[in-house]
């Protein structure tokens, strides 16, 4: 091709960005048409380019395509063309810790974020850290080890010069606001009184009136001043481990919340810590000790899930909530935007709570919900009422499913963890188009832009395109 014409094809290929985790403002939607249905690793492939094993999903801003890996001890943030796929540059910093995570978790899970000139990484066995989009370190923030039993999951987000982190745990959680220049704190909210999830936030910026920085955690939302951080409205009666990010939709937010425990007719209600300490502690420590619990009040799990701050014994601030979780629900909800206070019995347009997914969050696309949950349950959904349109199983791929659904061209794509990438029809009706088996997991979402579908595999980066 002459050199002009390659070019100018470039540059129009080159007219879109997936700036963060699920695109622009998180929502999991691109207007890109001519997408394929059927592709493999042999099939409809633009290009492919191995990289070291992350779960974190691929950003694309202009012409650099960037996400993370962690291999050997180093943290590294890569940084590719999007129309070759050749490796542009790569930066490593030392593993200087290994944080306690989940098997199913990874060093470099959380997904970077930019701004058109800059990225943003965090690693939690180090912290935050900004480069050019040439690969020059801006600016490092490290931060304090963390004290979540599975590990960092959220992934950091832009709202105007600020830089948004959630950094949920079993002690002293907070969520954190950086100005994305200098790398300097611009506020710090406490969230000591939640324990460890791994939503990323979503931000929501009313015709009128302050920005807003919203973040799901255990069992319950908060809305914080975009400006100040100071506390706006909170929603009680969510689940005790939020996974999924809420989307915000004009004035609406959905959100998708599921943990172990929490479906319809599992819940216990437990008595408070001052009964069980009269009739259990027996040596009168004011605290429990596992073997000094009576049997029908035991954790069926992991006491580590339990002793938040892991000194043995479990006491009024764990019991609290162990007593909490036991008591939680699943659900997936609408809430109506713009309250102050406590807003629980005010805003909650809706509530739906059977099969929900995990880890995927909703998708919006075409005035529909979709949700993709781990057996390969598919489920539509009626933004407005919360009323199920179809559910059924996705056939050639009853699997698991962590990468979150993506909307476009009329089709949702939806990869599941042993790397079948289901293609539906974007209905309420929905009907599987393909299944395309790239026969290694996928964990990481997807991102579409320019004609593309960049889809992270276990060991590979594909640009998927006709």
Known sequence: MHFLGWWVLAMTAIAADWPQFRGVQGLGVSAERGLPAEFSPTKNVVWKTAIPEGKSSPVVVGQRLCLTAAADGKLETFCLDRVSGKILWRAAIGQTRSESRHKLNHPASPTPVSDGANLYVFFSDFGLISYTLEGQQRWRMPLEPFSNLHGMGASPVLAGKKLLLACDQDTKAFLLAVDKDSGKVAWKADRSDFTHSFSTPAVYQPAKGEGEVILPGAYQMVSYSLETGKKLWWLRGLTWQPKSPPIVHGDTLYFNGWAPGGDAGQQRDLPPFEDVVKIADGNKDG????????????????????????????????????????????????????????????????????????????????????????????????????????????????????????????????????????????????????????????????????????????????????
């Open 287 to 466: 605290k429990l000790a596992q073997e000094e619990i009576p049997a029908e009040l035991k954790h069926s799990g992991s006491w580590q899930a339990i002793d938040l701050d892991h000194d043995g014994f479990l006491d009024g601030r764990d019991w609290s909530f162990y007593r909490a979780r036991r008591a939680a629900r699943n659900s997936l909800l609408a809430v109506k935007l713009g309250g102050r206070g406590d807003v629980t019995g005010s805003h909650v347009l809706w509530r739906y709570d059977k099969s929900l997914p995990d880890v995927p969050a909703p998708l919006l696309y075409e005035k529909t919900l979709f949700l993709a949950r781990t057996g390969g349950i598919f489920t539509t959904v009626n933004p407005a009422t919360g009323e199920v349109y179809k559910q059924g199983r996705l056939t050639g791929a009853l699997e698991g499913y962590y990468s979150s659904p993506v909307g476009a061209d009329g089709k949702v794509y939806v990869a599941s963890e042993q790397g079948k990438v289901v293609v539906l029809k974007a209905a309420p009706e929905w009907e599987i188009l393909a299944v395309n088996d790239f026969g290694e997991d996928i964990y990481a979402t997807p991102a579409v832009v320019d004609g593309r579908i960049y889809l992270r595999t276990h060991g590979a980066l594909y640009a998927i395109g006709k």
